[in-house]
């Protein structure tokens, strides 16, 4: 069974410094993608940034990376130069390999509230 | 811009009554999922669909079943609502495939007392 792991519940981190928000994740599957959400306080769940298992290079979206280091199953997302507007829960999520049926769901973690301070 | 919308913000109802929650994706995707988000233990799967009819049990479906009779929309049925069916619902919907991202609606807070 597929399971993530966000072990940082709470995080706090001071405008314009960076911040990493740590994901380990435990699959048998050679192919799987992982995915990491934002949800601001008015609950909107907003898609941020994909990491393939087979993607050689860590994946970046503007602000946002991976630190992606498949032998030890993790996949960290770091937030460079923080914005108030980062302030959020952030979810980190997988998706097995299969593409039809049961292949398609996104397992997800239980969240890091993150805190961005003047 | 993908479109996922759901029938209702807030939503309060009695304990017994039969409850449906509402879905609809502008977007063509196959794929549709219907979630709960209760505070310290993330988001976890009830239901999802890979095509018009198809559904498969998530992780928690004891106590809902759903419905898609069209591709564009999907329904989270709750046959006789408990009090410990109260949270958050999420709905999203997505594109097979490995590599494509979940869309999301703006949730349904359902309160069952």
């Known amino acids: 069974a597929q399971k993530i792991t966000q072990t940082q519940p709470g995080m706090f981190v001071q405008e314009k410094e960076a911040v990493t928000l740590d994901c380990t994740y435990d699959?048998?599957?050679?192919?799987?993608?992982l995915f990491w959400y934002k949800q601001p306080s008015s609950g909107e769940m907003i898609f941020l940034i994909y990491?393939?298992?087979?993607?050689?290079q860590n994946a970046t979206e503007g602000r946002y990376s991976l630190n992606f280091q498949k032998a030890r199953k993790s996949t960290n997302l770091v937030i460079s130069a923080s914005q108030l507007g980062d302030s959020a829960m952030y979810f980190c999520?997988?998706?097995?390999?299969?593409?039809?049926?049961?292949?398609?769901?996104?397992?997800f973690g239980t969240g890091t509230q993150l805190k961005v301070e003047l | 811009d993908v479109k996922v919308t759901q029938s209702s913000r807030y939503l309060v109802k009695r304990t017994g009554e039969k409850v449906f929650l509402e879905c609809v994706q502008d977007?063509?995707?196959?794929?549709m999922f219907w979630y709960r988000q209760d505070p310290g233990l993330g988001l976890r799967l009830i239901y999802f669909?890979?095509?018009?009819?198809?559904?498969e049990k998530g992780d928690i479906p004891e106590g809902y079943s759903v419905s898609r009779e069209k591709k564009e929309r999907f329904s989270l049925i709750l046959e006789s609502a408990s009090t410990n069916q109260t949270s958050m619902y999420l709905c999203a919907s997505s594109f097979a495939g490995l590599a494509h991202e979940q869309y999301f609606g703006p949730g349904t807070r359902l309160t069952v007392t």
């Open positions: 999520a997988m998706r097995e390999g299969k593409i039809t049926g049961g292949g398609n769901k996104l397992t």
């Open positions: 669909s890979y095509d018009v009819k198809m559904k």
């Open positions: 977007m063509d995707h196959e794929n």
């Open positions: 699959t048998s599957d050679q192919s799987y993608g």
């Open positions: 990491q393939g298992s087979y993607d050689e």
